[in-house]
T-cell receptor, first 113, second 109 residues
């Protein structure tokens, strides 16, 4: 039982490049989330999804897009990376209608130069 | 939205000491969670505690929802307790939790 798996674990991008972060969960959770973690800022919600085919904006959505074509996968895209998007990105999932049972992935460290 | 504030921001302990971490929230909540992020970055859910007290080994948590705070107690701290502790609570009517900025704990041997 893998839980929540994020790929890649590390990535360096040049300003203006694009990339997609993949989050996959095998717990049949309805809800999935993308957070970014910056020093001293805690975890800030970028986008989230309450089910297959749905997405919604969180606290800091600008510069990111997401898609949830399959229930088990939640993709985070950066269309034109900027140095301000240097961060550690975490994906999480939880059962429907419940914020307990939160399970996090191991994170992706992204550096934009 | 809800404001979640944690104190202290940093805490340094000697192994064996006890500590209390505090989480204040600005609105009424119907649930609250505590998480631990270890030095390698992994986030683990410690407690789901909308009210009352729960214990898990050397850790326990208490939430007083009417007074809008929660406390995390760590007894007989060990070096493996080091890391960052986050609390998270959703705004009223939402299930999406807002995270505090965390308490960074270092336990020295």
């Amino acid at each position: 039982n893998a839980g929540v798996t994020q790929t890649p674990k590390f990535r360096v991008l040049k300003t203006g490049q694009s990339m997609t972060l993949l989050c996959a969960q095998d717990m049949n959770h309805e809800y999935m989330y993308w957070y970014r973690q910056d020093p001293g800022m805690g975890l800030r919600l970028i986008h989230y999804s309450v089910g297959e085919g749905t997405t919604a904006k969180g606290e800091v959505p600008d510069g990111y897009n997401v898609s949830r074509l399959k229930k088990q996968n939640f993709l985070l895209g950066l269309e034109s990376a900027a140095p301000s998007q240097t961060s550690v990105y975490f994906c999480a999932s939880s059962p429907m209608g419940q914020s307990y049972g939160y399970t996090f992935g191991s994170g992706t460290r992204l550096t934009v130069v | 939205g809800i404001q979640v504030e944690q104190s202290p921001p940093d805490l340094i302990l000697q192994e064996g000491a006890n500590s209390t971490l505090r989480c204040n929230f600005s609105d009424s909540v119907n649930n609250l969670q505590w998480f631990h992020q270890n030095p390698w970055g992994q986030l683990i859910n410690l407690f789901y505690i909308p009210s009352g007290t729960k214990q898990n080994g050397r850790l326990s948590a208490t939430t007083v929802a009417t007074e809008r705070y929660s406390l995390l107690y760590i007894s007989s701290s060990q070096t493996t307790d080091s890391g960052v502790y986050f609390c998270a609570a959703p705004s009223g009517g939402s299930y999406i939790p807002t995270f505090g900025r965390g308490t960074s704990l270092i336990v020295h041997p």
